[in-house]
T-cell receptor
């Protein structure tokens, strides 16, 4: 069974601080995605990474896919209250469209 | 607006009731999914349909019965549920498989149906 463990589970920080969220697995994924979910809504895709070692930036968010394609990280610079939400990583094994989701990191950014 | 619409948004039912959740996507996708989201547990994949064919059933109890009449509509029929089935049920769609090759693209989610079983 493929499992994706995220850490930390909860994070409460002040506006302007930096943070990193981790997504780890013992399985290899052909692609890995990060989603953000806000209360009362479904998850919304932030980024997809497909190449080992790949780094993608989305404004203040930096995503990295591990060299072995088993792990990923999300780094937020100068967090803002609008970044508050549940961050989910999701992996798909090669040749499938079966996405497995991580345990989630609930982020709260205080003004 | 993600192009995936779920109804109803909220549902309260007794353990002996029969109800259905509906999902409709306007994105021209070929794959549709049901996920269950409970407190303190990861999103659980329940069912996957690709080109109207069920390709995944993640050991889901038979009291949940999916139906996919076409690639735009997906239902989840509920009967004799248990209180522990109370959760947010999310529908999603993706491009799916093309020419026998899986296309691992973005999942587009609906806003979910919040189910409470009394």
């Amino acid at each position: 069974t493929q499992l994706l463990e995220q850490s930390p589970q909860f994070l409460s920080i002040q506006e302007g601080e930096n943070l990193t969220v981790y997504c780890n697995s013992s399985s290899v994924f052909s692609s890995l995605q990060w989603y953000r979910q806000e209360p009362g809504e479904g998850p919304v895709l932030l980024v997809t990474v497909v190449t080992g070692g790949e780094v993608k930036k989305l404004k203040r968010l930096t995503f990295q896919f591990g060299d072995a394609r088993k792990d990923s990280s999300l780094h937020i610079t100068a967090a803002q209250p609008g970044d508050t939400g549940l961050y989910l990583c999701a992996g798909a094994a090669s040749g499938t469209y079966k996405y497995i989701f991580g345990t989630g990191t609930r982020l709260k950014v205080l003004a | 607006e993600t192009g995936v619409t779920q109804t109803p948004r909220h549902l309260v039912m007794g353990m002996t009731n029969k109800k259905s959740l509906k999902c409709e996507q306007h994105l021209g996708h070929n794959a549709m999914y049901w996920y269950k989201q409970s407190a303190k547990k990861p999103l659980e994949l329940m069912f996957v349909y690709n080109f109207k064919e069920q390709t995944e059933n993640n050991s889901v109890p038979s009291r949940f019965s999916p139906e996919c009449p076409n690639s735009s509509h997906l239902f989840l029929h509920l009967h004799t549920l248990q209180p522990e089935d109370s959760a947010l049920y999310l529908c999603a769609s993706s491009q799916g498989v093309d020419s026998g090759r899986a296309v691992t693209g973005e999942l587009f989610f609906g806003e979910g149906s919040r189910l409470t079983v009394l």
